[in-house]
T-cell receptor, first 117, second 111 residues
Framework: SQQGEEDPQALSIQEGENATMNCSYK?????LQWYRQNSGRGLVHLIL?????REKHSGRLRVTLDTSKKSSSLLITASRAADTASYFC?????????????????FGQGTILTVHP | DAGVTQSPTHLIKTRGQQVTLRCSPK?????VSWYQQALGQGPQFIFQ???????QRGNFPDRFSGHQFPNYSSELNVNALLLGDSALYLC??????????FGQGTRLTVV
């Protein structure tokens, strides 16, 4: 089953604009990760934010995490046509008793981002 | 470093047949996980192998089975194929469950 919802399902912007994608999840987590997928092929890891972190940056990416609302957002600044892809959030959930899930990821349904030149 | 490699890239099978998909993990990685991604959906966890044993499993029937070899490579086997098994099958490797690196996937079509 899917962990939660991603919003919006599809986003279309012009080059140079910022893109914001949101992700909600249901369970307590160890960390939340964002992945990119081009044309239905392999997933590329973008960024990981731990449950005790609120914000993280990597290049043009900014991720926020609100564990009280069980939500996260991914901001891509100054978008490029090459950013066109599907973006997925994935959670590494806490296991009852405090154990690790050993990296078992639960994915959302993804946001399809189209950046027009 | 070749990263995670999967074979074959595409496969067409008939209902009722059996299929084996293969995965070679990234160098230095000891954990392999398999995911199924239906069209338009996010990947769903099938199972994970560590030290040649299935460590955890998602909500998939017993028709889905796997194996991990001493060199950490892995196979996913699906028996009695159904039309609904048509999907992109992704292999991900990691070291001890840390950040997962994904292969390019195997596109399975069941007709």
């Amino acid at each position: 089953s899917q962990q939660g919802e991603e919003d919006p399902q599809a986003l279309s912007i012009q080059e140079g604009e910022n893109a914001t994608m949101n992700c909600s999840y249901k369970t307590s987590i160890n960390n939340l990760q964002w992945y990119r997928q081009n044309s239905g092929r392999g997933l590329v890891h973008l960024i990981l934010i731990r449950s005790n972190e609120r914000e993280k940056h990597s290049g043009r990416l900014r991720v926020t995490l609100d564990t009280s609302k069980k939500s996260s957002s991914l901001l891509i600044t100054a978008s490029r046509a090459a950013d066109t892809a599907s973006y997925f959030c994935a959670t590494d959930s806490l296991v009852s008793g405090g154990g690790t899930s050993y990296g078992k990821l639960t994915f959302g349904q993804g946001t399809i981002l189209t950046v027009h030149p | 470093d070749a990263g995670v490699t999967q074979s074959p890239t595409h496969l067409i099978k008939t209902r009722g047949q059996q299929v084996t998909l293969r995965c070679s993990p990234k160098s230095g990685h000891d954990t392999v996980s398999w995911y199924q991604q239906a069209l338009g959906q996010g990947p769903q966890f099938i199972f994970q192998y560590y030290e040649e044993e299935e460590r955890q499993r998602g909500n998939f029937p017993d028709r889905f089975s796997g194996h991990q070899f001493p060199n950490y490579s892995s196979e996913l086997n699906v028996n009695a194929l159904l039309l609904g098994d048509s999907a992109l099958y992704l292999c991900a490797s990691s070291w001890r469950g840390h950040v997962a690196f994904f292969g390019q996937g195997t596109r399975l079509t069941v007709v």
